[in-house]
């Protein structure tokens, strides 16, 4: 005998409110007081209550999907990014399609046309390394799509971003190497129409400035993967005046410039100290341990998936976009001196 599927009108006959009450605190919404959300909640799970993602689809116009393209799913930052977009998500009753650009424009553009084909709610969305026109981006927003932009963000898109502080990141990285002793440090810097990047270059030249020593432009090179960094740092260490630290952009970057510094047989941090950007698992396993910047992925991810949630349940409403800025934290190991 078929047994009788619970539905939204029964649980709302049942607890005495308006089947639209039950709708809108099942998706979080903040019109609904956390009481009665939580009653609601309560109930549902003692009813075993499951909606029906078609039926809602179709009543509310909306899929309860939100779509999701980052550079590199491998990459530990976005790993952990991607980690932070789930949990937000399913809290609140979506499901998550993620996309890899591949660090490629083309790619990127691909997966901005499959997202659409799949009627996504919202998105969020992290550049590729050569993207520089953001015409797809804007194609989004005039179909009424939110778009959230986190970490690679632009300034040429009016839209709600969630960003790492990265000047300040690389600005406590500097300062940190020349308290402890550092007079010469490179900045092995990433394409520089990255914000993400180019900030970064700024803490670290701002950092120069407040404690009295000069910007040297043959210090700072063009480098941010591993492969580059090899090359870079063997040509970098047989100048004649060659730096006694290196600020690598992010941690693979400095993974290498560590492998070519053991290779030259450098001593570190005794002759060379080495500071990355991420605090992804590599810089917890090389030898010695790589001192870097933590950028709180998983926190990034959160909440920019909250905010991105809060617009589509907001839909029609006028609003003026903000910036989450997120925190960073110096994480010092092995491969810089000691104050």
């Given at each position: 005998?078929?047994?009788?599927?619970?539905?939204?009108?029964?649980?709302?006959?049942?607890?005495?409110?308006?089947?639209?009450?039950?709708?809108?605190?099942?998706?979080?919404?903040?019109?609904?007081?956390?009481?009665?959300?939580?009653?609601?909640?309560?109930?549902?799970?003692?009813?075993?209550?499951?909606?029906?993602?078609?039926?809602l689809?179709?009543?509310?116009?909306?899929?309860?999907?939100?779509?999701?393209?980052?550079?590199?799913?491998?990459?530990h930052?976005?790993?952990?990014?991607?980690?932070?977009?789930?949990?937000?998500?399913?809290?609140?009753?979506?499901?998550?399609?993620?996309?890899?650009?591949?660090?490629?424009?083309?790619?990127?553009?691909?997966?901005?046309?499959?997202?659409?084909?799949?009627?996504?709610?919202?998105?969020?969305?992290?550049?590729?390394?050569?993207?520089?026109?953001?015409?797809?981006?804007?194609?989004?927003?005039?179909?009424?799509?939110?778009?959230?932009?986190?970490?690679?963000?632009?300034?040429?898109i009016?839209?709600?971003?969630?960003?790492?502080d990265?000047?300040?990141?690389?600005?406590t990285?500097?300062?940190?190497?020349?308290?402890?002793?550092?007079?010469?440090i490179?900045?092995f810097?990433?394409?520089?129409?990255?914000?993400?990047?180019?900030q970064?270059?700024?803490?670290?030249?701002?950092?120069?400035?407040?404690?009295?020593?000069p910007?040297?432009?043959?210090?700072?090179?063009?480098?941010?993967?591993?492969?580059?960094?090899?090359?870079?740092?063997?040509?970098l260490?047989?100048?004649?005046d060659?730096?006694?630290?290196?600020?690598a952009?992010?941690?693979?970057?400095?993974?290498?410039t560590?492998?070519?510094?053991k290779?030259?047989?450098?001593?570190?941090?005794?002759?060379?100290?080495?500071?990355g950007?991420?605090?992804?698992?590599?810089?917890?396993?090389?030898?010695?341990?790589i001192t870097?910047?933590?950028?709180h992925?998983?926190?990034?991810?959160?909440?920019?998936?909250?905010?991105?949630?809060r617009?589509?349940?907001?839909?029609?409403?006028?609003?003026?976009?903000?910036?989450?800025?997120?925190?960073?934290?110096?994480?010092?190991?092995d491969?810089?001196?000691?104050?």
């Open positions: 005998m078929k047994t009788h599927r619970v539905t939204i009108k029964d649980i709302a006959r049942e607890l005495k409110v308006s089947i639209s009450t039950v709708s809108r605190a099942l998706t979080d919404h903040p019109d609904i007081s956390p009481g009665t959300k939580q009653v609601v909640r309560d109930f549902v799970e003692k009813m075993k209550y499951r909606p029906n993602a078609i039926a689809s179709l009543r509310n116009q909306r899929t309860q999907i939100i779509g999701v393209i980052v550079p590199e799913i491998v990459h930052f976005f790993s952990e990014v991607i980690s932070g977009i789930d949990e937000a998500a399913v809290k609140a009753g979506y499901n998550v399609m993620f996309f890899q650009s591949n660090e490629r424009y083309d790619r990127e553009i691909m997966n901005i046309q499959s997202i659409m084909a799949s009627r996504a709610d919202g998105v969020l969305i992290s550049f590729a390394k050569d993207t520089s026109n953001f015409n797809h981006i804007r194609q989004l927003l005039d179909d009424r799509i939110p778009v959230v932009l986190f970490d690679r963000a632009t300034d040429e009016e839209t709600d971003k969630v960003i790492v990265d000047f300040e990141g690389a600005f990285a500097v300062e940190y190497l020349i308290k402890t002793g550092c007079k010469r490179a900045h810097a990433g394409p520089q129409h990255l914000q993400t990047h180019y970064r270059k700024r803490g670290y030249i701002s950092a120069l400035e407040k404690n009295g020593l910007l040297d432009d043959n210090l700072v090179l063009i480098s941010d993967s591993y492969e580059s960094a090899l090359e870079v740092t063997r040509i260490m047989q100048k004649p060659p730096p006694d630290a290196i600020f952009v992010n941690d693979m970057t400095a993974v290498g560590l492998n070519a510094l290779a030259m047989e450098f001593r570190i941090p005794e002759d060379v100290s080495v500071v950007f991420t605090n992804g698992l590599v810089s917890k396993v090389t030898d010695p341990l870097t910047i933590s950028q992925g998983f926190e990034i991810g959160k909440k920019a998936t909250e905010i991105l949630i617009r589509i349940q907001e839909e029609g409403k006028s609003f003026k976009p903000i910036t989450e800025v997120i925190k960073t934290e110096l994480v010092i190991r491969s810089t001196r000691k104050l």
